[in-house]
């Protein structure tokens, strides 16, 4: 009998839970999720329901819980779907478990240390050959098979037929390219400029001016995109115009959120601190590493009028939207 193919997924939240759904429901591989969290391993293992993330929602019985990281060293393919803030710590101290043959997929969407992406991050750490997998998805469709697209990235296409066919037949359809800086300059650049459409919606509804703003907010990402060595036709993956509308325009959105909350003018610190916020982590790093880079002039982006408001105590966010529109 051929040895069903394993999959792992590290972390059992919400986008581990419903990408794992996924694909137990083909019934053609070994689905675990790797947790931490007693409560959603005995929910999974007993009543086949996440009952922290999902609890509405029947999952299929084959998708297992467990908390033995030994199941890392037997897996083919190795998702991460934990934060991308301690992704590189989390590797570097079980990096013993895992098998250097397994394929490393990157779901999180974020920096990984020393300013670095996290595929170069982890690339220091493990031999193994590392993807980035990033689209325009909320977990909570995934979770009801709502048609979900992710761009698959890799410096090697050798193993992108195989993708191809484990996603065969499933609700989740992929595109797929080699520009790997690309894809996860994409993904952390978009949650800069879903603040900003945030804060543009918060002082006017006008589809004229939000129209405009994205239009911006496109070309800027797809000049930094290529200023750090990506590919500027990565923005019209899925990955890129997919992931930033997504995340600009829905208010599932935390950093769509968070604009709102500016612009409104109910933004604390204590809201920054307690929400998840990669854009405005993000908006630090981009206008200082920018400021490196020859020929690339700050002022004339709209990132550097948010990195003023998050860093000017004085900023008068009532101005905001007319600065950005004269820039």
């Not at 999720?33 to 999974?44: A, F, G, N, P, T």
């Not at 193994?128 to 992710?150: D, V």
């Not at 919606?201 to 000049?223: C, G, H, Q, W, Y």
């Amino acid at each position: 009998m051929e040895k069903l193919l394993k999959i792992c997924f590290i972390g059992s939240g919400a986008i581990s839970t419903a990408m794992g759904n996924v694909l137990a429901q083909k019934h053609k591989y070994d689905v675990y999720l790797l947790s931490v969290e007693q409560d959603v391993v005995d929910s999974i293992s007993n009543e086949h329901i996440n009952r922290k993330y999902f609890p509405n929602i029947d999952l299929d019985k084959s998708l297992k819980a467990t908390f033995d990281k030994t199941i890392l060293t037997e897996s083919d393919i190795i998702f991460l779907g934990i934060p991308s803030s301690i992704i590189v710590p989390y590797i570097r101290d079980n990096k013993q478990f895992i098998n250097e043959d397994s394929l490393i997929v990157n779901l999180a969407k974020g920096f990984g240390e020393g300013q670095k992406t996290i595929p170069q991050s982890l690339s220091k750490e493990i031999p193994n050959q590392i993807f980035g997998m990033k689209g325009p998805s909320f977990a909570r469709e995934i979770i009801n098979n709502l048609p979900t697209a992710f761009t698959l990235a890799s410096k090697k296409d050798k193993h992108f037929k195989l993708f191809d066919s484990i996603f065969e037949n499933t609700s989740v359809q992929m595109d797929y390219t080699t520009d790997v800086m690309g894809v996860e300059l994409a993904s952390i650049l978009k949650n800069i400029y879903a603040i900003i459409v945030g804060i543009v919606d918060a002082n006017f509804d006008s589809p004229n001016l939000r129209s405009l703003i994205l239009t911006k907010a496109i070309n800027e990402m797809r000049v930094i995109i290529s200023k750090f060595g990506g590919e500027e036709y990565t923005m019209f993956n899925y990955c890129g115009f997919g992931d930033f509308t997504l995340t600009a325009l829905n208010d599932l959105s935390r950093n769509r959120t968070l604009g709102l909350l500016i612009g409104k003018g109910f933004f604390t610190d204590y809201i920054s601190e307690k929400v998840v916020l990669e854009g405005k982590v993000a908006v630090n790093v981009f206008v200082e590493e920018i400021a490196k880079k020859r020929g690339v002039k700050t002022k004339n982006l709209m990132l550097k009028e948010l990195y003023k408001v998050f860093n000017d105590e004085d900023y008068d966010i009532n101005n905001f939207v007319n600065n950005i529109t004269r820039i």
